[in-house]
């Protein structure tokens, strides 16, 4: 099993400033099929980037993903007040799929 | 619109059964793979089960492997997860989330609201 690791496991920044996420893995990530989600209080989880740095529909260009092998970023250029919330990484290269155990963005 | 629906959660004692459904729409449900999803309160999530589009291969998290059977039924746009020898572990809002592809390994793009699922004596 990729066991995933997100630091840091809390970011306190204020809007406008540029946010960097870390996502490690154990193990290489096959073909860097790395996804990243948001998801905020009472909601269900939002999918942002797919294979790594691939941008899902409708997000915001601020969200950009990079990395490869077992190092991943996602990279917020300048946090909006509606980017606070939880961020997960996930790898689906292999079974079991597996989550990071995330990375709350906070209002410093 | 696409929209996924999940029903079937409630409490339920150690040991039983719950079987949990999931509503697809809005899109060729059997060109998509699906999965089923949990988060515990207040903790992350972790992935439970998928499967492809046509059922050709199916996978599971270990905590729940031999205890949890996915299934679809395309001919109804309709997601299952069959939870036998429930634990006090498995309380969580489960979620059923529709694959970006038709293969079990691809990301996620669209989640239903979630079902809760307590395993209480």
């Known amino acids: 099993e990729i066991v995933l690791t997100q630091s840091p496991g809390t970011l306190s920044l204020s809007p406008g400033e540029r946010a960097t996420l870390s996502c490690r893995a154990s193990?290489?990530?096959?073909?860097?099929?790395l996804t990243w989600y948001q998801q905020k209080p009472g909601q269900a989880p939002r999918l942002l980037i797919y294979a790594a740095s691939r941008r899902a529909t409708g997000i915001p260009d601020r969200f950009s993903g990079s990395g490869s092998g077992t190092d991943f970023t996602l990279t917020i250029s300048r946090v909006e007040p509606e980017d606070f919330a939880v961020y997960y990484c996930q790898q689906y290269g292999s079974s079991p799929l597996t989550f990071g155990g995330g990375t709350k963005v906070e209002i410093k | 619109e696409v929209q996924v629906v999940e029903s079937g959660g409630g409490l339920v004692q150690p040991g039983r059964s719950l079987r949990l459904s999931c509503a697809a729409s809005g899109f060729t449900f059997d060109d998509y793979a699906m999965h089923w999803v949990r988060q515990a309160p207040g903790k992350g999530l972790e992935w439970v089960s998928g499967i492809s589009w046509n059922s050709g291969s199916i996978g599971y998290a270990d905590s729940v492997k031999g205890r949890f059977t996915i299934s679809r039924d395309n001919a109804k746009n309709s997601l299952y997860l069959q939870m036998n020898s429930l634990r006090a572990e498995d309380t969580a809002l489960y979620y059923c989330a529709k694959g970006r592809g038709g293969a079990l390994y691809d990301s996620k793009d669209y989640w239903g609201q979630g079902t809760l699922v307590t395993v209480s004596s």
């Open positions: 193990q290489s990530v096959s073909s860097s099929y």
